[in-house]
């Protein structure tokens, strides 16, 4: 860019407020010139966080330059949402999570837009809600849960990993479909509730398969059914909510990267096109298995529809159950 046009467009950038234009005065056929950074909104060690590192250790090399996994938890996985949204610096993106693009935005208050701010570019995988109780509870079947449920009307209990999660809303989902009352209970995390669960503590849980599978192959929790619309190879054996007897509830928490609004468009097409690339290896379809996902790729006009699509069902479900932050 030649300097009077560099300078014109910094001078037009500090006078109207807007991100430095310096940000992609370089070509964007070049970009990226440094070390990206994938956002996560949650803690080292879990799903988005898995994730997020499965799909940076081959962006990285299709790239030419390292993809960095920044952990920065809080906020219902919003705060490294809030981060993206308002870098400047043209090599920040964020492993999203549908906690934080679809349901946070309809119970909290948000210092970013979720659709001005930032652009849907390329979705990842879904990870499956499962319904497990502990086997204490003495059932084997979703019939039998729900059967349990109406004959003690209120006086059985569902953890969650917090009030506004996928599990939350998926289990208020059940209670509409069975019509069944059962007393939330909700936890900082899923680690404390799945302790509570497998201690007897609380009844079931919705919590998603990439949490609750090890137990589950190991005994300590009962799979009663997946809320997802098929089968997952990591429990062959445990059949779909409809399959149970209960049509209408599925639940998965999904994961798509996200990039400021400003990314040109080119850079957002180089990024969809090298992840839809890795997406089908086999060693990164081994890793995204491990934590339950199910790939099916979309071009990023389809993940953009998907987005607004999951926003508006969200926002329905919310304002129906009544379901707030307490």
Known sequence: MPLPTLRRALILGLLTGLPAVATWAQSVDAW???????MVGSSPGGGTDAMARAVADRLGPALGQSVVVDNRPGASNTLAVDLTAKSTDGHTMVMGVSTAHAIAPHLLKLA???DRDL???VFVGAVPNVLVVSPALGVNSVAELVALLKKQPGKLNYASSGAGSTQHIAAELFKEATGTYVT????????PALVDLMGGQVQFSFDTLASVVSHVKAGKLKALAVAASARNPQLPDVPTLAEGGVKGVEMSAWYGIYMPAATPKAVQARVHDEVNKLLPLPETRVRL??????????TQAEF?????????RYAELI???QIKLD
């Open 289 to 298: 298995a491990a934590i339950g996902s199910d790939v099916k790729p979309m």
């Open 112 to 114: 970013y837009h979720n």
């Open 32 to 38: 990226p010139t440094k070390p990206v950074k994938m």
């Open 319 to 321: 304002k129906r159950r």
């Open 119 to 121: 652009v849907p570019v």
């Open 184 to 191: 939330h209970i909700p936890y900082r995390g899923s680690a």
């Open 304 to 312: 953009i529809a998907f987005h607004q699509a999951e926003n508006q």
